[in-house]
């Protein structure tokens, strides 16, 4: 009987077009994954009332964006929680210019968008001298996680933009959140 044959010839030549179809899938996915080219996110959580005016839905808050922070764009994550306690979303701000920064000072040979600072907006009322109150509200109030990176980069000149920009962010994100206005 020669039955099994052809059926052979079919199963080679699908699992050859498999074989062919996974690597340039890996391919491409190797080349958008060392690609440099620094991309702009595509927030769900944040719209653009007019030029200086960042809506972050998932802090509650309208705020002024001034001359440094223009370009902010928010992402929202939530951290696992763990059986002890339930963690709360952390709000991401990105800029592309500080992005940049951060590869070059690293000398990454990839694309990665760090954030120049993260908060979480919690109900209630602040600690009394809470060093990283960003603003109280009513019923909630807006807690810087983190800002910054604090990096050691090779080259003088990156580091010494860095530095700069890191102390622009952070009094920018002040005034900011100074004049914030809940949503």
Do not use: W
């Amino acid at each position: 009987m020669t039955l099994g044959r052809p059926f052979s010839g079919y199963r080679a030549l699908a699992g050859l077009i498999i074989a062919i179809l996974l690597l340039v899938g890996a391919g491409y996915l190797l080349f958008n994954h060392t690609d440099k080219k620094l991309t702009p996110a595509n927030p769900q959580n944040t719209a653009v009332t007019s030029i200086n005016k960042l809506v972050v839905k998932d802090l509650g808050v309208e705020i002024t964006l001034s001359n440094p922070l223009i370009g902010t764009t928010t992402d929202t994550t939530t951290p696992p929680s763990s059986t002890k306690s339930t963690p709360l979303p952390i709000t991401n701000f990105r800029l592309i210019q500080y992005s940049y920064l951060v590869q070059k000072c690293l000398d990454a040979k990839y694309n990665f968008r760090t954030p120049y600072a993260s908060f979480s907006k919690i109900s209630g009322k602040a600690a009394t001298g809470d060093a990283q109150l960003m603003k109280q509200f009513n019923g909630f109030y807006i807690e810087r996680i983190g800002a910054g990176l604090k990096l050691t980069c090779k080259d003088q000149t990156t580091q010494a933009s860095l530095d700069d920009l890191n102390i622009k962010y952070d009094q920018a994100l002040k005034d900011a959140f100074a004049s914030a206005q809940p949503i």
